[in-house]
């Protein structure tokens, strides 16, 4: 028998859009026919999900999204209202990480969303690459006292590619049992919570729907 399709669950940069951030016109002809059917479209993205919904303005998407997903799983947002969030870094955390990477001399900070900000301790080539690729514009603080008491879905170290690479095997060797990380663009590298992952959103899906995970369709680039 033939499963039904009840939710289409995709990545954005590279799958649902083509290099150039365009959304093709026989893309959104399939996306279009897919709801008239009733099936529930979603993107799940590693941009925080504030991010994530400007990005989709920006691209003229968000018409057609019901659901996002962002931060690799942690921030979920229904069109309806409905938002959740999970995972995120303590305090405690994103200090024990900053204090293993703020040596290399790199910029390093967070994504502070409410005010559209990113929080760095130094602006470097890779940060400013960051703040005009995400909208954000950027404030440098003393990142060991602005911590303290915050949470938030990720800490990122950022440079130009060259040094990225050169301290790839390092930032590698600091991830634990308490947190994980990964490149994201070649210039970024990103420390979330251990518990994180892109499959978290589809759970959601699953509960928030009462959608068998065999009825939903996934599409990315591997993640």
């Known amino acids: 028998m033939k499963k ?3 939710a289409v669950v995709t990545d954005l940069d590279g799958t649902l859009v083509n290099n150039d951030k365009v959304l093709t016109p026989y893309t959104r002809k399939v996306i279009e026919a897919l ?3 009733g099936v529930l479209f979603a993107i799940n993205s590693g941009r925080t999900l504030n991010v994530l919904l400007n990005v989709c303005n920006k691209w003229k998407i968000s018409d057609l999204v019901d659901i996002y997903i962002g931060s690799n799983g ?3 947002y229904e069109t309806n209202g409905y938002k959740e969030t999970s995972n995120f870094l303590n305090d405690e955390l994103m200090l024990e990480i900053y204090s293993k990477v703020k040596d290399i001399g790199s910029a390093c900070g967070i994504f502070d969303d409410e005010n559209e900000l990113l929080i760095l301790d130094k602006v470097n080539d890779g ?6 690729s995400s909208g954000y514009k950027y ?3 003393n990142l060991n006292e602005y911590l303290i008491g915050k949470s938030c879905s990720k800490f990122f170290v950022v440079d130009d590619r060259d ?3 050169e301290n790839k095997d390092y930032l590698l060797s600091l991830l634990t049992d308490k947190y994980t990380g990964s490149y994201s663009g070649g210039r970024m590298f990103e420390f979330v919570n251990i518990n994180i ?5 589809i759970k959601k899906i699953c509960k928030n ?3 068998d995970k065999n009825n939903i369709m996934a599409l990315g680039d591997g993640d």
């Not at 992952?197 to 959103?201: D, E, I, M, Q, V």
Request: hydrophobic content about 35%.
């Open 4 to 6: 039904q399709i009840k």
């Open 209 to 211: 729907h009462n959608i």
């Open 74 to 76: 942690s921030e979920y």
């Open 127 to 132: 940060a400013i690459s960051v703040s005009n």
């Open 163 to 165: 040094v990225m690479l």
């Open 35 to 37: 709801k008239s059917k």
């Open 197 to 201: 992952n892109k499959s978290l959103g």
């Open 139 to 141: 404030k440098t603080v």
